[in-house]
């Protein structure tokens, strides 16, 4: 199985600061990766795919880059609503592997 | 676009088996290609994949569930479904369904099944 590891597993930013998530993958899965956010109760909600291109509706300031084995999720100026929980995926190869997760929280 | 809904047992005992079904609504289950995934997410924890079923019927399992699992797809129902026999506890855990393709990424909004005498 690729392992997914996430980093941070938490963090804690306030309102307006520029957030960084990485994820890296064991072995190269070229840019078969997503990113999903995860509030308390709800679903998942994918914001980015093909480890760069925005999910259609997703505000313009979630970013993503990365190939190979290190990618990125940006949040250029954090909002209130994206207090939440973050995961990398990646459907490379089978199974598919998530992240473990980071959590996003006020400081 | 494509909406869909879990059904499932809520509870569910130990060593029995745990089916949970899909309905998809605003659209059809046999052509779109979709990928009908399945994931769960234990109590606490981060997120799992289950495994998926193209609309041909072709299928992928987890392999950590694979000999427990069993993913169908019903079109005249538009829905696909899920079953998971031998339960523990360890199977506890908010199961969803998604539908993904290419840019297109909806999920289900979850059904929580127990596993407990």
């Known amino acids: 199985d690729i392992q997914m590891t996430q980093s941070p597993s938490s963090l804690s930013a306030s309102v307006g600061d520029r957030v960084t998530i990485t994820c890296r993958a064991s072995?190269?899965?070229?840019?078969?990766l997503g990113w999903y956010q995860q509030k308390p109760g709800k679903a998942p909600q994918r914001l980015i795919f093909?480890?760069?291109s925005l999910q259609s509706g997703v505000p313009s300031r979630f970013s993503g880059s990365g190939s190979g084995t290190e990618f990125t999720l940006t949040i250029s100026s954090l909002q209130p609503e994206d207090f939440a929980t973050y995961y990398c995926?990646?459907?490379?190869?089978?199974?598919?592997?998530f992240g473990q997760g980071t959590k996003v929280e006020i400081k | 676009q494509v909406q869909l809904q879990e059904s499932g047992p809520g509870l569910v005992k130990p060593s029995r088996t745990l089916s949970i079904t899909c309905t998809v609504s605003?659209?059809?289950?046999?052509?779109?290609?979709?990928?009908w995934n399945w994931f769960r997410q234990r109590p606490g924890k981060g997120l799992e994949w289950i495994g998926y079923?193209?609309?041909?019927?072709?299928?992928y399992y987890n392999p950590s569930l694979k000999s427990r699992l069993r993913l169908s797809v019903d079109t005249s129902k538009n829905q696909f479904s899920l079953q998971l026999s031998s339960v523990t506890a360890a199977d506890t855990a908010i199961y969803y369904c998604?539908?993904?393709?290419?840019?297109?990424?909806?999920w289900g909004q979850g059904t929580k099944v127990t596993v407990s005498s």
């Open positions: 072995q190269g899965i070229r840019i078969d």
């Open positions: 079923i193209f609309e041909t019927g072709t299928t």
């Open positions: 093909a480890a760069s």
């Open positions: 998604a539908a993904l393709r290419n840019a297109v990424d909806i």
């Open positions: 995926l990646q459907h490379n190869s089978y199974p598919w592997t």
């Open positions: 605003r659209g059809s289950i046999s052509n779109g290609g979709f990928y």
